[in-house]
């Protein structure tokens, strides 16, 4: 298999560092930022002299986010592919929420992916390449959320794939997935438990639905086998809420 190169946001635990190992299993270049030092610090002591560097960023501050795009541009030449997964989500009713967290929620979901897409896309098209984004959704986005902040952004992310896959076509082919609640993540200790419970009530499958799972599907679609697909929205949810 030939090495390719990949950008991962939010990469230094949870779904992103699952992505991450999966592209190294496979002999991939990964490249990612965090905003939590001491995750990046445990990350790299877990990935010690393998092909991965980690950048502290935070994907809502758009010129370090640009600066950290940009070394990893000229490091690594070719990119093909693009994970925007980095997400904030607070399980909180929008009466609680300021008009800056509703500010930072919308930066660090929705205006992060749209930055990298659009600086990515660029990228690619300057050094005549082809290449790959994919964007992590959430069920919440397609039934909906009691977090509605939450719940906007993600099914905002939907859109943005969409509308991307025609915008960067046929360069570059954009795709989304929408997981259910992965269980070995802060987010889901995070969930309302009244929530969590419906969640799981609602999984058609059994087994829990974990990170490696989920990174199974992400990496499928980075990945060559992947190559007749732009547009979609994939769920890797257990089967909740069929829809
Ligand atoms: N966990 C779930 O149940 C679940 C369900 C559906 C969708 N998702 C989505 O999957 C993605 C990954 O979720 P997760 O549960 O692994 O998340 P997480 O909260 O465990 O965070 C993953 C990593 O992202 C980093 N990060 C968070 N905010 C960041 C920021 N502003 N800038 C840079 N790095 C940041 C964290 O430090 C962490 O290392 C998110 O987009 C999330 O919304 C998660």
Redesign the pocket.
Known sequence: MTEQTVFI??????????VADLSLAQGHRVYG????KD??RD?EARHANQKVEVFF?????FPA?EKVFQTVCEKAGRIDSLV??????LGKPLSTYDDALIE?AI???LK?PMKLSLWYADHVRKNGDRGSIVN?????GEVGSSDAV?GSV?AG?IGLTKSNAMNYAPEIRVNC????????????R??PEYRYAE?KRQELLDGG?N?ES?AGVVNFLISNNARSMTGAIIRS?NGCYPR
């Open positions: 946001t939010g990469i230094a635990s949870g779904l992103g560092e699952k930022c965090d905003n939590n995750k990046i990350f960023c935070d994907v809502s501050d986010l925007n997964n980095a997400g904030m989500y930072r930066d660090v979901n992060a992590i959704a959430s069920v919440a939450y993600k992310v997935v929408s997981p259910g609640l992965i269980e070995d993540t802060d987010i889901a995070e969930i969640y639905l990170c989920v949810d």
